[in-house]
């Protein structure tokens, strides 16, 4: 009996990281699907610990970087293998975005590993995009942008087809149009970016809700670029759209938290304030009273100081190393100094801290100053 491959389409994890062309292609950041895939914590990739090459075979480092540091180019899609955590190379198709005046570029992974049996049946007998599409990880879509500005569906894969809520048989057996589908707060930057494609030849890169059914919306990533022209010379969109909803939802729920947090400090006695191991002078986060202590708005603290708070304080590099010296032995630190107030005023300081863990695993000094007499 012939050995057939299934003509299913199939799931693919998406895997997301940044790198810095101008740094040797160091990773900076990334999502916790790439840092599980690396077998490296989320944070030490984001404190510089891996490189692009680390995760690539040595015959393909040159290929790749040269591909991504293609001069005007904006966007590019290569296929080669990564290594995992085992060091196992893993087939991925790439697509790669550069930010225009920065070294940063963004690289999206979808491993499709499983799929090279399928992709090779299915490019000797492909004649039309209709059959490529499924090649293409996520919900993919083919739409023809009309004259009156219409986005008629040509072809959608499953994965798109559950994502808003229909089917491959019922979008070929009607009308199917993406526009009615748009959120109507999101229409506005949706239609824009259209344009902006269709005038540069650029492709966007978009997250928009998207009706799933009748009066519930989902949130969706939406890559899309022109692909071809119609015979009536009407562009041909190719969409990838991945559903970003828990991702939005995850957001919010921090943001919540975040504002909670603000505004417990903000009413907490003390001169308090976040800082880093690393910058135990730098805050990240400073409270009402810390902004009082020191004379300084927070727009000045800013402006003037460059939110360093060592420039108030003499001989901060030894008090630096004091700090990280106690907490490197027991995750606390206390210490006591001068600082230079606003108005020539200089106030006798205690200073507390203690090193926390975040929920992201970095770490972080919470720090609280208290004014003493001299």
């Known amino acids: 009996m012939e050995n057939k491959v299934s003509e ?19 990773i900076i950041d990334c999502d916790s699907h790439f ?4 077998g490296i914590h989320p944070s030490k990739i984001k404190q510089g610990k891996l490189f692009l090459r680390d995760i690539l075979k040595p015959v393909d480092r040159d290929y790749v970087f040269k591909k991504i540091c293609k001069k005007d180019s904006k966007y590019v899609y290569i296929d080669f293998d990564i290594l995992n955590a085992e ?3 893993v087939f991925i198709h790439c697509s790669a975005k550069n930010y225009e005046g920065s070294t940063l570029c963004r690289l999206v992974f979808a491993d499709v590993s499983k799929s ?12 039309a995009a209709n059959s490529l599409i499924e090649l293409v990880a996520g919900g993919v879509c083919l739409f023809k942008v009309t004259p009156d500005m219409h986005f008629d569906v040509i072809h959608i894969n499953e994965t798109c087809a559950r994502l808003f809520g229909t089917t491959v048989e019922s979008c070929s057996q009607r ?19 259209i344009g902006r494609a269709m005038a540069t030849g650029e492709g966007l890169d978009l997250e928009y809700r998207v009706m799933k059914h009748r009066d519930k919306f989902i949130w969706c990533n939406c890559s899309a670029a022109v692909q071809r022209y119609d015979e009536d010379g ?10 970003i909803t828990k991702n939005k939802e995850a957001e919010k729920r921090a943001d919540r938290a975040n504002e909670k947090l603000i505004n ?15 910058k135990p002078f730098v805050p990240d986060y400073i409270s009402g009273d810390f902004v009082r202590l020191i004379g300084y708005s927070r727009d000045e603290f800013e402006n003037r100081f460059g939110n360093d708070f060592g420039r108030l304080i003499d ?3 030894k008090l630096e190393k004091e700090i990280t010296g106690q907490v490197s032995k027991g995750g606390k630190a206390e210490i006591t100094y001068r600082i230079k107030a606003k108005g020539a005023r200089t106030a006798l300081v205690h200073d507390t801290r203690k090193l926390v863990t975040q929920q992201d695993g970095s770490k972080t000094l919470i720090c609280e100053l208290q004014e003493i007499s001299n």
């Open 87 to 89: 060091k196992e190379p």
């Open 35 to 38: 840092a599980e895939f690396a």
């Open 315 to 317: 001989d901060s590099a």
């Open 175 to 193: 009308e199917y149009r993406l526009d009615e589908l748009i959120h109507p707060d999101d229409k506005t930057i949706v239609y824009q970016a």
């Open 234 to 243: 009407s562009p041909v969109f190719q969409a990838v759209f991945i559903d």
């Open 264 to 278: 417990l400090l903000e009413n907490l006695a003390g001169a308090i304030f976040f800082a880093s191991l690393e």
């Open 116 to 127: 090279r049996e399928k992709k090779k049946e299915l490019e000797q007998k492909a004649n």
């Open 8 to 26: 299913n389409s199939y799931e693919v994890e998406f895997l997301n990281c940044t790198v810095d062309k101008a740094q040797d292609f160091k």
